[in-house]
């Protein structure tokens, strides 16, 4: 098996475990999606595996850029 297509599947791998674990936190379920809570499902997605060894990653404070005036 090639090198890249190892690589893509783990990745793919990684990327499904940390969906799972935020569905699991029900990420998902919340009708009023927040800046914050965008932030936490993409930090857990991306923590993958990791999130089953206790990590547990949270954004404390969103700030959007404000368009100029």
Do not use: H
Request: glycine share 12%.
């Amino acid at each position: 098996m090639r090198a890249g297509g190892l690589i893509g599947t783990l990745v793919l791998v990684w990327l499904l475990i940390g969906v799972l674990a935020a569905w699991q936190r029900d990420y998902f379920s919340t009708a009023s999606p927040t800046c914050a809570r965008a932030g936490d499902i993409a930090l857990t997605v991306l923590a993958g595996p990791l999130n089953y060894a206790g990590v547990n990653p949270k954004v404390g404070e969103c700030r959007l850029p404000e368009p100029s005036q």
